[in-house]
């Protein structure tokens, strides 16, 4: 029986792996000079802690199973949940603000699609003990300074901006029950991910009254933080969200990054737990699904045991990153990083241990350096290491047995040179 891959996962080879790298230092680079902290969790946790405040959709996509002691648990959608039982687990002795980041493997079983697959890597930024809409400029930031560092600019990504507590404010003030409003929110976190007749029909299930309905699709058409401010009228929940989204526009702007933001009252999120400015990244062709998504989630530590203290951050998968990084010819350089330095030849199967010992050399002074299994005549090596794109050949041949030099050639250019063994090792 011929075994296959499951499907939704890839296979990594090492084209892809080098890709995958690609992405991934760059997130840890970028989170380190923003002043983040790596942490992890396990890969699966106890299925109720996903049930409890991550939402129907991502509870509909769990990788959920029995173990032999009869416990149910499920492999990780999402890091947020484990971060928040880490946190509360030693709330007292963490110094704050905590700011920390992670790259975890994630699963959810999705139906597979461009962009979304069942197991993917997301890189996730948080900042928890802080108020503050300066802390959610911050991770906005952080995730333009990446896209940035990687090459794109507003012309490729937009950060589309709203808040949760406005929207909740609004619904509220038309009249819409608190208790129907995760409803509401799964519905217009939907309006530009599925047909419209789709979008409709959720909508009137999350609001039966059609007036009610109808100021809603109002308020989504809204493109501006002053125009909305006559849909609040004197409602104070939703004056006091909008100055808030105000100041986190003014953070934005001091922290040079305007270009790439815009106030979009569509944004909702999937997930349950956000309770204020939530935020996603797109690419600005329209095509695919979001880069990057985020928002503040001040009730989720306590919603699982530990203190009130306000949390915000953002995840961001590689799968639609890695499409864009491709369309624009952003992986660069990736051959030239784990390119082979030296691949060491020799011209008599009488030197291969002199070879050898070249190589054992140049790797313990971390030299990437590798060298034919084969041997045999010298072009045919040289061959090899044309292959494997070597930048420089090293042969071991004549002029080791007589003069105990080697013969130094560079595999752009052509060139070679001759030099004594030991000035050669003395200088590495
Ligand atoms: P999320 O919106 O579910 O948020 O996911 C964030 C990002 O992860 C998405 O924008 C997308 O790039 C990627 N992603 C999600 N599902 C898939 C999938 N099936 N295949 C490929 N990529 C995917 C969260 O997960 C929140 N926990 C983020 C967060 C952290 N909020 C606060 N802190």
Do not use: H
């Amino acid at each position: 029986m011929e075994i296959q891959s499951v499907k939704g996962t890839r296979d990594f080879y090492p084209e892809d792996m080098a890709k995958r790298n690609f992405i991934a230092d760059l997130w840890k680079e970028v989170s380190l000079r923003n002043g983040f902290a790596e942490f992890d969790g396990p890969i699966f946790e106890y299925l109720a802690m996903y049930q409890q405040k991550s939402g129907e959709e991502i509870s509909s996509q769990l990788f959920a199973f029995e173990d032999r002691g009869g416990r149910m648990l499920a492999i990780r959608p999402e890091i947020t949940p484990t971060l928040a039982r880490m946190v509360n687990q030693r709330i007292n002795t963490l110094p704050r603000p905590i700011k920390w980041f992670s790259v975890p493997r994630l699963c959810r079983a999705e139906r597979p699609q461009k962009g979304r697959l069942r197991e993917f890597f997301q890189w996730n930024i948080d900042i928890i003990g802080v108020d503050d809409c300066l802390a959610d400029a911050e991770v906005i930031f952080c995730a333009v300074d990446y896209l940035m560092q990687a090459g794109l600019t507003s012309d490729d990504v937009v950060v589309r901006i709203s808040s949760r507590r406005l929207i909740a404010a609004l619904l509220e003030y038309f009249g819409i029950e608190k208790e129907g409003l995760e409803k509401v929110y799964s519905a217009l976190d939907k309006k530009s991910k599925v047909p419209a007749e789709v979008f409709e029909k959720m909508l009137a299930e999350a609001i039966g009254d059609a007036n009610k309905r109808q100021k809603v699709l109002e308020l989504m058409s809204v493109g501006s933080l002053t125009q909305l401010e006559s849909f609040a009228g004197e409602d104070k929940n939703a004056k006091d969200a909008i100055e808030e989204l105000k100041r986190l526009f003014n953070y934005l702007n001091i922290m040079g990054i305007t270009e790439f933001c815009r106030f979009d009252i569509s944004i909702v999120r999937g997930l349950a737990y956000y309770t204020g400015v939530v935020f996603e990244i797109y690419d600005k062709s329209e095509q695919l699904r979001a880069i990057c998504g985020g928002g503040r989630y001040d009730n989720l530590l306590a919603d699982f045991g530990g203190p009130k203290i306000s949390a915000t951050g953002m995840g961001m998968g590689d799968c639609v990153l890695g499409i864009v990084l491709e369309e624009r010819g952003l992986f660069k350089n990736i051959s030239e990083k784990n390119k082979i330095e030296y691949f060491v030849t020799y011209a008599d199967e009488a030197l291969k241990s002199e070879a050898l010992k070249m190589v054992a050399s140049l790797r313990r002074v971390g030299k990437r350096t590798d060298f034919s299994y084969k041997g045999g005549a010298l072009g045919k090596q040289l061959k090899q290491a044309s292959a494997v794109n070597a930048a420089m050949c090293i042969i071991v041949g004549d002029e080791f047995t007589q003069k105990k030099q080697i013969v130094i050639k560079n595999m752009g250019s052509g060139e070679q040179s001759s030099v004594d063994v030991s000035d050669f090792l003395g200088r590495l």
